[in-house]
């Protein structure tokens, strides 16, 4: 959803933008297009890989960081309550998924690594070798969804005592008594979707990243969020809503709602058959926006 999601932040050519998320480029390219002489873009990601992908441009500041710390970056570097926009697409890039020492997809037999920042905090297959049981559990259940949760947690760890798990195979082939006779390839996905989630903090991360995106965005700035997963999703929409993840709406000693957004997708955006056709990974997309009010 790349000409929706830039569509809908309604770029001024003067003004300034930040891709949370700069993967493989496609979104700054298309940011940076719309910008004149005097436009401003920041792209920010933790993955060494992406920010080689960053415009060659005198317009364009690249940061390595997790987007956890956006306001920090956009203060830092001068925009603070300033920013025109604000872009993320939450899904792992094609990149990251299609290169196999990444350990992201069980699609190939490589380390189980699955962390965004390869320089920095626990892999995959350190979590699945020291992790408890029941936190294992809840892992797969609350961020994979995942059907049989506690019993994939106990094949996992009955596995471990055979000897440590390192690689992507070992993973599949420790979970293979619990995956279905028709799409198999689902049940692993979830299973990926929970350990990737819980790696990279993905969750904590998206917080502050909504959190730092009500700081940073000028009166009239406009935040656009592309999400991948129901978790994410509902998270996104209860912000935009009520200003808080939960969803809970607050009023303040005169009863009043005070609103850090106002709602521009009352829907979500969804890509269109064409997309999906060309990319079936987008098919789980959803996009998201609201604009930042005077509150």
Do not use: W
């Amino acid at each position: 959803m790349l000409r929706e999601s830039v569509d809908i932040l309604e770029v001024n050519p003067r003004g300034v933008y930040v891709d949370a998320t700069l993967g493989g480029g496609g979104h700054s390219r298309a940011i940076l297009s719309r910008l004149g002489p005097e436009g401003r873009l920041i792209c920010l990601d933790m993955d060494p890989d992406a920010i080689s992908n960053a415009p060659d441009d005198s317009r364009v500041t690249a940061v390595r960081t997790n987007f956890h710390f956006i306001h920090n970056h956009i203060r830092r570097l001068g925009h603070d309550r300033a920013v025109d926009g604000i872009l993320a697409d939450l899904g792992v890039s094609s990149h990251q998924f299609d290169t196999p020492e990444r350990g992201f997809s069980f699609r190939f037999d490589a380390p189980l690594d699955m962390r965004m920042n390869t320089s920095a905090g626990e892999s995959a297959a350190d979590l699945l070798n020291t992790c408890d049981q029941d936190r294992l559990a809840d892992i797969l259940h609350i961020y994979g969804e995942v059907d049989n949760s506690r019993r994939a947690a106990a094949l996992i760890c009955a596995a471990r005592q055979k000897g440590a798990l390192r690689t992507t195979a070992d993973l599949n082939a420790a979970v293979q008594s619990i995956l279905p006779p028709v799409a198999p390839h689902k049940t692993l996905a979830r299973i990926y979707q929970a350990l990737r989630i819980e790696v990279n903090g993905e969750m904590r991360s998206l917080e502050h990243l909504l959190s730092g995106i009500a700081r940073s965005l000028r009166p009239g700035g406009i935040a656009a969020i592309i999400t991948y997963h129901s978790l994410e999703d509902r998270m996104v929409k209860n912000f935009f809503r009520c200003g808080n993840i939960s969803g809970r709406q607050k009023t303040d000693i005169y009863g009043r709602r005070p609103a850090p957004f106002s709602v521009i997708t009352r829907k979500p955006v969804l890509p269109s058959e064409a997309e999906i056709s060309q990319n079936t990974r987008a098919r789980s997309a959803k996009l998201r926006a609201a604009r930042r009010t005077e509150s």
